[in-house]
């Protein structure tokens, strides 16, 4: 399956900071996920953003979704320790009824 | 949020031998479960979709002889690695998907995955 691009591909910030990651696509889609992963764990969902919507928040997230790019975004403001995880965009193409495509991942990390 | 239960979380095996990897998902019922590999510092790659009561769907160049899925039931999924070898290790996860209904967007919930380390 082609997967989505994401990048940067590692980020290194400090506490307090925003972190931004972005994801593109190839696909038509029906909704946009971002997923986070802990070293060796599993993951877990964050925020769903359907197709027809451009911009969702939940916390200290926020998403964008830009369908004629192919592109979205994950804004993690004010950025803690607890944040440092790789993190995923996953796709759910219009065609598949219930496959999820993984993009290729941003490392994050936050250091005191 | 719903709990899907992985395990082994790890384990460590001869080559040559079998290994079963179960995925449960506990207070949902769970009609397709979704099989992946990671490789350190990777993305997930799907193996294969698992339907309750019927054969698994797997991607291309994922060998069905080599890994065995089984969906015996709306809670439980199996992964068995047949004459596992070292190219086997790796880091599987499950993660399941509450039957779709109207407007449902299909939210996955993973299990914590089972690290494979075949010697």
């Known amino acids: 399956s082609q997967q989505g691009e994401e990048d940067p591909q590692a980020l290194s910030i400090q506490e307090?900071?925003?972190?931004t990651m972005n994801c593109s696509y190839k696909t038509s889609i029906n909704n946009l996920q971002w997923y986070r992963q802990n070293s060796g764990r599993g993951l877990v969902h964050l925020i769903l953003i359907r197709s027809?919507?451009?911009?969702?928040?939940?916390?200290r997230l926020r998403v964008t979704l830009?369908?004629?790019?192919k592109s979205s975004s994950l804004l993690i403001t004010a950025s803690r320790a607890?944040?440092?995880?790789?993190?995923?965009?996953?796709?759910?193409?219009?065609?598949?009824?219930?496959k999820l495509t993984f993009g290729t991942g941003t490392r994050l990390q936050v250091t005191l | 949020g719903a709990v899907v239960s992985q395990h082994p979380s790890w384990v460590i095996c001869?080559?040559?031998?079998?290994?079963?990897?179960?995925c449960r998902s506990l207070d949902f019922q769970?009609?397709?479960?979704?099989?992946?590999?990671?490789f350190p510092k990777q993305s997930l790659m799907l193996m294969a979709t698992s339907n309750e009561?019927?054969?698994?769907?797997?991607?291309?160049?994922?060998?069905?002889?080599?890994f065995l899925i089984n969906h015996a039931s709306l809670t439980l999924s199996t992964l068995t690695v047949t004459s596992a070898h070292p190219e086997d290790s790796s880091f599987?996860?499950?993660?399941?998907?509450?039957?779709l209904a109207v407007g449902d967007t299909g939210e996955l919930f993973f299990g914590e995955g089972s690290r494979l380390t075949v010697l």
Do not use: L
Request: proline content about 1%.
């Open chain 2, 53 to 66: 009561g019927s054969k698994a769907t797997y991607e291309q160049g994922v060998e069905k002889d080599k």
């Open chain 1, 82 to 98: 607890a944040d440092t995880a790789s993190y995923f965009c996953a796709t759910r193409d219009t065609g598949t009824a219930s």
């Open chain 2, 30 to 38: 769970a009609t397709t479960m979704f099989w992946y590999r990671q």
């Open chain 1, 16 to 19: 307090g900071e925003n972190a």
């Open chain 1, 66 to 69: 830009d369908t004629s790019k």
């Open chain 2, 92 to 99: 599987y996860i499950c993660s399941a998907q509450p039957g």
């Open chain 2, 14 to 22: 001869k080559s040559g031998t079998s290994v079963k990897i179960e």
């Open chain 1, 52 to 59: 027809n919507e451009r911009e969702k928040h939940s916390g």
